[in-house]
Nanobody, 124 residues
Framework: QVQLAESGGGLVQTGGSLKLSCACS????????MGWFRQAPGKERDLVAA????????YYPDSVKGRFTISRDNAKNTVYLQMNSLKPEDTAVYHC?????????????????WGQGTQVTVSS
């Protein structure tokens, strides 16, 4: 069973940066296509970044493009989300997810494994 564990969330001021980590365990390798999602209270869960199993392909929605960067270190079974120029509207619980398939996933239902999430709060 694949297990995902996020870390790195916290409280930051507007314009600040945070780097989230997602550690994958339970398998010898975790070379799955991965994604980072976020969900704010009362809002839908949204994809903020996706990365292919090799790291060669990435995707960002317009809301975070140019500010967020997803990366991975397959030797460490870890995926990262570097978040810069944070805004109050980035406040949410951030989850990483892994999918069994080829290529990037753009919707939550395309992902099979989920982490518990880490809170990111951006103060104005």
């Amino acid at each position: 069973q694949v297990q995902l564990a996020e870390s790195g969330g916290g409280l930051v001021q507007t314009g600040g940066s945070l780097k989230l980590s997602c550690a994958c365990s339970g398998r010898t390798t975790c070379t799955y296509p991965m994604g980072w999602f976020r969900q704010a209270p009362g809002k839908e869960r949204d994809l903020v970044a996706a990365i292919s199993w090799s790291g060669g392909s990435t995707y960002y929605p317009d809301s975070v493009k140019g500010r967020f960067t997803i990366s991975r270190d397959n030797a460490k079974n870890t995926v990262y989300l570097q978040m810069n120029s944070l805004k109050p509207e980035d406040t949410a619980v951030y989850h990483c997810a892994a999918r069994e398939g080829v290529g990037l996933g753009y919707r939550g239902r395309e992902y099979k494994y989920w982490g518990q999430g880490t809170q990111v709060t951006v103060s104005s």
